[in-house]
């Protein structure tokens, strides 16, 4: 199945072969054998990708990556029958990694997303896949979990791409639907998003415009009552730059987490008193 590469869907490739690659030489940081054997037998030639984002680029994603697979160990810890709800989900393998035999996954995207994710990554009867725009809110009964287990969403990548406005509005809806549910994402600041929509052109992408940016994470609060921030750290804090790494990474890595330029955010749900 071919996957339309002028679409926010395309995307989905770049953070599979940065995973892919930047695990086999960081494996300290993520080892993501899964993206490793997808990469392996996928037919796509992923040479401009490698060429337009670069050891740095690689590096980022892996570490996005392990980012959320250390949020989600630690709920899980403390919610060991929780639902996990993987916001445009792409071809993410964190389920493999981190699931205990009790959790349900679930994974969000767009029908053709899907369609491309299930070609490569089969659901299994505890990592089920939503064939949903993120703003269809019948996906909110689609996700079957016990308020008392706990339910986290999580998201990679994805936010980016929507206007804030869109994003306030679903946010206020789950936060009145999922009461006590927390959710994880990451964000960059305008300055920074400015760079990114510049490297996703250079691709040949068109059509992955990117929007939403976050520079005071507080400010989310003001989306509604029940949202409160949790917890806003930079990009790359807990991961130390290796001195193998090409000079323009660690300059990069440093410049990132000393200006805010990226950073993971953690907000929850209030329960209504």
Not at 120 to 146: G, M, Q
Not at 172 to 187: C, H, I, T, V
Not at 197 to 206: D, I, L, M, S
Request: charged share 25%; net charge neutral; glycine share 6%.
């Amino acid at each position: 199945m071919k996957l339309d590469l002028q679409s926010v869907q395309g995307t989905m490739l770049i953070p599979l072969w940065g995973r892919a690659t930047a695990s086999e030489k960081n494996p300290e940081i993520l080892y993501d054998k899964e993206a490793i054997e997808i990469i392996a037998g996928c037919h796509f030639d992923f040479t401009e990708i490698a060429k337009t984002f670069g050891e740095y680029g690689g590096i980022s994603y892996l570490v996005r990556a392990r980012k959320m697979e250390d949020t989600i160990r630690k709920f899980i810890n403390k919610h060991p029958r929780a639902t996990i709800v993987n916001i445009g989900s792409g071809l993410d393998t964190t389920f493999s990694r981190v699931d205990n035999g009790t959790i349900n996954w679930y994974n969000l995207d767009l029908p053709d997303a899907i369609a491309f994710r299930q070609s490569l990554i089969p659901d299994t009867p505890r990592n089920i896949s939503i064939a949903k725009s993120f703003f269809d809110r019948s996906w909110f009964d689609d996700v079957i979990f016990n308020k008392e287990d706990g339910i986290l969403f999580i998201s990679a990548g994805v936010f980016y791409y929507f206007q804030e406005s869109q994003l306030k509005e679903i946010f206020q809806k789950m936060s009145l639907f999922f009461p006590g549910g927390e959710m994880y994402f990451d964000a960059e600041s305008k300055m920074m998003l400015n760079i990114s929509n510049r490297t996703v052109e250079k691709t040949g992408n068109k059509g992955a415009k990117m929007y939403f940016y976050v520079n005071n994470p507080k400010a989310l609060e003001g989306w509604s009552p029940n949202i409160k921030l949790l917890s806003s750290v930079s990009y790359f804090k807990g991961i130390p730059a290796r001195k193998e790494w090409e000079s323009g990474t660690r300059v990069m890595v440093r410049l990132i987490d000393l200006f805010k330029l990226m950073k993971f955010i953690h907000v929850g749900f209030e329960k209504e008193n």
